[in-house]
């Protein structure tokens, strides 16, 4: 299955998570805090540490939990740069 | 509308399972809600979707999931997948999503099998990207993925172990093992070998994957101390002592583990009793001998009511059927009676080892009483040493330290450091762990959309 995150473009194996498809691609941080801006990847796996986190269409999902799909668009969330962009 | 049931079951793993397929054979209607997209909990999970090869890696006990699985589809249960609980009320009401979409169902009875977690392992830089829990790790194992090459466990405990040997046996053997605990934790243990003896298939099974760890010739760096996880932006390595001598491994990746405690969300939730348990050094519901909470109606089985592994989850789901059907008046005494006791006896002989196990392999000192610099509250970033100082402000529990700093108020709702937060208080304040507290949890359990939570206000006006 072909998905891309950020601009990059990926493959995953059917029955993926997102979280298992970016560990395969050699991807480990998914996202920036809202506190420090410090970078944060997987951790638990099972939907219980919310580190996972990524956009998908707009809304914040775990990684963990959410089936690769073809086609898939996967950004970061990085809620600091987002607020930094808003006062611009 | 929402469809009723006399039970309902939260998990699907060997608990809930055993515990449906009991359920229904004593008369009840079951319903077993469960957010993975297929039954099996942590331990089976993927069990029936997994190819040939990963049940090479993971081995006969995994296999044995299959007869809990089957058991499961042939009861009859309604078995609700892909659903994820987040409010539960003592009268049998619970709310859950489903794809998005908010549900209910209501039960006379619950029973809750939600399991373990993790025992959260603060360490310097457990938050870089790259360190992930051992469980972790098994997950990807269960589910066809592969984890990073050369990554290097950390931690004390049998299922380290037991993810080295499947790593060897996957290709992946780990580049070291560093374990905390030291030859004084094991003389501890001496007293309880006995008892353990009774046991044997645990210690032969541990035997066995050490000799495995051995033969592979993978490093075991033992009395692991002063551990770090190190790199700018992603690990790149782990620094620690063992027996006093430093050591440094290069590494993108460290599999964290020691123990797992039970996952006491929803019985938070419902406020049901809980106790400390020094043995298992975490908060354990009550529950007696039938499975039964401090709420008649409400049962818990599995590691969710302490640490016994997947027998004694799957025994105890069974007894807490007996206790739920005896409840709801499907059977009579004698028929509880002589159902219960022989299964009371099997989960006894299982739990001969668990003592032994409990202080030969303890939680990691360093992790129970992080320096003052190491990150404990992952999503809000606090600190230990903030921890300390707002005690030193008069903070005695751990709501209360919610308000001083925020540790336990992000979307983990405590999960990876409420247990952490009330170590740290009570050892500052000297009171015990149960006049510490523990963090109130409250629904929703788990974060919903706005979209979810107006259709369930919609929903609740309803009913
Ligand atoms: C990540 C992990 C891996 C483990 N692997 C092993 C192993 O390989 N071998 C071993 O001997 N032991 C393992 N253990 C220990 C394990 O806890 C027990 O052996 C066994 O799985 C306990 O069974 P249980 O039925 O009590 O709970 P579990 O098997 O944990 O089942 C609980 C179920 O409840 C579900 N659940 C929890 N909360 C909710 C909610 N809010 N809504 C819906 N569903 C929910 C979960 O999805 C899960 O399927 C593991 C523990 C963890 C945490």
Same mark, same amino acid.
Do not use: H, K, N
């Given at each position: 299955m072909q998905f891309h995150f950020e601009d990059r473009r990926l493959s995953a194996p059917r029955g993926a998570t997102v979280a298992s498809a970016l560990l395969g691609a050699g991807i480990t941080a998914f996202r920036e805090t809202p506190v420090s801006g410090a970078a944060r990847g997987p951790f +638990?796996?099972?939907?219980? +540490?919310?580190?996972c986190l990524v956009s998908i269409n707009g809304v914040t999902v775990q990684a963990c939990m959410t089936p690769i799909e073809e086609g898939l668009q996967v950004c970061r969330v990085r809620p600091r740069l987002t607020e930094n962009e808003d006062k611009a | 509308m929402t469809v009723a049931f006399d039970i309902a079951i939260l998990g699907a793993g060997p608990a809930g399972m055993a515990a449906a397929a009991r359920a229904t054979q004593l008369g009840a209607s079951v319903v077993v809600l469960d957010e993975q997209a297929s039954p099996g909990g942590q331990i089976y999970r993927n069990v029936d979707q997994a190819s040939a090869a990963q049940h090479r890696i993971l081995g006969p006990d995994y296999s044995h999931g299959h007869s809990l699985t089957q058991a499961l589809r042939k009861s009859g249960a309604v078995h609700c997948a892909g659903a994820t609980v987040w409010d539960v009320s003592r009268d049998g009401l619970v709310t859950y999503s489903k794809g998005g979409q908010p549900a209910q169902i209501r039960a006379k009875h619950l029973i809750l099998a939600t399991g373990a977690t993790e025992r959260p392992m603060p360490l310097p830089g457990w938050t870089l990207p790259g360190a992930m829990t051992a469980g972790a790790a098994q997950i990807l194992l269960k589910s066809g993925a592969l984890v990073a090459r050369d990554p290097v466990l950390i931690g004390s405990g049998p299922l380290l172990y037991l993810l080295a040997a499947q790593m060897i046996t996957a290709g992946r053997k780990p580049r070291a093992m560093i374990e905390t605990q030291s030859r004084s934790d094991m003389w501890a243990a001496r007293h309880d070998l006995p008892g353990a003896l009774r046991g044997w298939r645990y210690l032969a099974k541990g035997a066995g994957l050490l000799t495995k760890i051995m033969a592979a010739g993978i490093p075991r760096y033992t009395a692991a101390r002063e551990i770090a996880l190190e790199g700018a932006d992603t690990l790149t390595s782990v620094r620690f002592t063992s027996h006093g001598k430093p050591h440094e491994i290069a590494t993108k990746t460290a599999l964290l583990h020691h123990g797992v405690v039970p996952n006491t969300q929803i019985s938070r939730a419902l406020r049901l009793e809980h106790a400390y348990d020094q043995s298992q050094r975490c908060f354990v519901p009550q529950v007696d001998g039938l499975c039964l909470?401090?709420?008649?109606n409400i049962s818990i089985a599995g590691d969710?009511?302490?640490?016994?592994?997947a027998k004694v989850a799957a025994l105890s789901g069974e007894i807490a059927a007996f206790g739920a059907a005896s409840r709801l008046g499907l059977i009579t005494p004698q028929t509880q009676q002589a159902g219960v006791a022989p299964l009371q006896r099997k989960r006894q002989h299982e739990l001969h080892a668990r003592p032994f196990l409990d202080r030969a392999y303890p939680p990691a000192t360093q992790s129970l009483s992080?320096?003052?610099?190491?990150?404990?509250?992952?999503?809000?970033?606090?600190?230990a040493g903030d921890i300390r100082r707002f005690a030193k402000l008069g903070c005695k529990g751990p709501n209360q330290a919610k308000a001083f700093g925020?540790?336990?108020?992000?979307?983990?709702?405590?999960?990876?450091?409420g247990l952490t937060v009330t170590e740290l208080l009570a050892q500052e304040t000297g009171q015990s762990q149960d006049d510490t507290g523990a963090l109130r949890i409250r629904a929703p359990l788990k974060p919903v959309t706005l979209g979810e939570l107006a259709a369930y206000d919609a929903n609740s006006q309803e009913t």
């Open positions: +638990c796996l099972m939907g219980a +540490c919310y580190d | 909470s401090s709420e008649p969710g009511a302490g640490i016994g592994g992080p320096a003052d610099t190491t990150l404990i509250c992952r999503c809000e970033e606090v600190t925020r540790a336990g108020m992000g979307p983990c709702q405590g999960r990876f450091c």
